[in-house]
Structure formats: structure tokens, C-alpha cells
């Protein structure tokens, strides 16, 4: 399958503590993108990479948020000090970059609860 | 980015068509509009864009309206696979973050 990767699929961390989410986009997309969605909204934009660079980031992306995309293929997302409004649908998302639709391609997501 | 406003919620019958409007009425000339439909559990999954003229794809129809203020996805022969939400984006260009808002919640039924 050469779709986008994320893991944990799943994840249930207590308060206080720190998590980080991998991403593994389509190979030759150079654009990378992470989103939140909370239960019956729609997903909100976090932030997003053009290879390496970190282009644009939401101010929902508080202080205790950090997202890398190191060597510009795979992504991680870390949530230090996790918060009970934290648990959310984590969405990575990745597109190729120049002309043509630019359509973002989704991974499946990985579901946070902190209890 | 221009805001845009969509029903709730639609049902459709199995085999039928499904037209789902959006209004978009503050579009400014240079936004694509961009449709994605997320079904349950899953991220959500592109369908179909266009600025100015009607598109088409394998998946569904797109029929914007000359003043740009308004669109139309059609979904030709509804399935129930179709079940979904179906967000309607407008954005500047052809890459750059989505902003979605709460979608149409269409239910196909048998």
C-alpha cells in the first residue's frame, strides 16, 4: 500500500504526559500537513512542511506542540504535557507540491484520548 | 480564505442522484473550489475541484455557477458506500491547508 502511514492508529495517555505521532507520506509528495479533528467538527489545520521547512503553523499549535519533518520524508508530532482537551483525531495529510490539483492524500489518522 | 455554508444534512436513495449545494457567495476570482467527502473512520478523501467551469471526474460532477457564488457536487448514481460527510472548501490555490467546516452529512439509503 503506498498511501499515507500513521501510527499508532490508537493512543490513551493519561494527563501530563507526552506522546508523539509518526506520519509516513507518499514517497514522492513534498508537501506535508497535520490536522485535529474533534468529535462532529471537521478537521482544523495544524500546520505544514514543504519538504523539510516548517511553512505555516495554526495558533491552535500551542507552545506544547512540535512537529518535525526531518530530511523532508516522514513526519512526527509531539504533545508534551498532554491535557484532556487534547484528545482529538490527529490527521496527517500529503500532497505533491507544483502544478497539477494539489489534492492532499489522508492517512487514517491516530486517535488520542487522555484520560 | 471565503467561508462556505452548507446544509447539514441530506438523505438520498440508493441508485438515485444526489445534489449537494454550496454557497460561497464572498469567493474571490483567484479561489478554487474543492470538494472531500469523509466517511466514517476514515481521513477524509479528495473528490473533485474547479475555478470557473464544470468538472467531471470518475467519481462525481461539479457545476459551478457563472457568478461563482454557488456550486453543485453530484453524485450520479448514489451507492451506499457514498455515506459520508462532504465538505465544500473554498482556498486560493492548488495547495495550502483546508479549512472544513462542519460538511453535509449525507446518508444513502437502500
Known amino acids: 500500500d503506498t498511501g499515507v502511514s500513521q501510527n499508532p492508529r490508537h493512543k490513551i495517555t493519561k494527563r501530563g504526559q507526552n506522546v508523539t505521532f509518526r506520519c509516513d507520506p507518499i514517497?514522492?509528495?513534498?508537501?506535508l500537513y497535520w490536522y485535529r479533528q474533534t468529535l462532529g467538527q471537521g478537521p482544523e489545520f495544524l500546520t505544514y512542511?514543504?519538504?523539510?521547512?516548517?511553512?505555516?503553523k495554526s495558533r491552535l499549535l500551542s507552545d506544547r506542540f512540535s512537529a518535525e519533518r526531518p530530511k523532508g520524508s516522514f513526519s512526527t508530532l509531539e504533545i508534551q504535557r498532554t491535557e484532556q482537551g487534547d484528545s482529538a483525531m490527529y490527521l496527517c495529510?500529503?500532497?505533491?507540491?507544483?502544478?497539477?490539483?494539489?489534492?492532499?492524500?489522508f492517512g487514517p489518522g491516530t486517535r488520542l484520548t487522555v484520560t | 480564505d471565503a467561508k462556505t455554508t452548507q446544509p447539514p444534512s441530506m438523505d438520498c436513495a440508493e441508485g438515485r442522484a444526489a445534489n449537494l449545494p454550496c454557497n460561497h457567495s464572498?469567493?474571490?476570482?483567484?479561489?478554487?473550489v474543492y470538494w472531500y467527502r469523509q466517511i466514517h473512520s476514515q481521513g477524509p478523501q479528495y473528490i473533485i475541484h474547479?475555478?470557473?467551469n464544470n468538472e467531471t471526474n470518475e467519481m462525481a460532477s461539479l457545476i459551478i455557477t457563472e457568478d461563482r457564488k454557488s456550486s453543485t457536487l453530484i453524485l450520479p448514481h448514489a451507492t451506499l458506500r457514498d455515506t459520508a460527510v462532504y465538505y465544500c472548501?473554498?482556498?486560493?490555490?492548488?495547495?495550502?491547508?483546508?479549512?472544513f467546516g462542519a460538511g453535509t452529512q449525507v446518508v444513502v439509503t437502500p
Open positions: 514517497s514522492e509528495h513534498n508537501r
Open positions: 495529510a500529503s500532497s505533491l507540491g507544483g502544478t497539477g490539483k494539489g489534492e492532499q492524500y
Open positions: 472548501i473554498v482556498k486560493p490555490d492548488s495547495w495550502g491547508k483546508l479549512q
Open positions: 464572498t469567493i474571490s476570482g483567484n479561489e478554487y
Open positions: 512542511f514543504q519538504n523539510e521547512a516548517q511553512l505555516e
Open positions: 474547479g475555478l470557473k
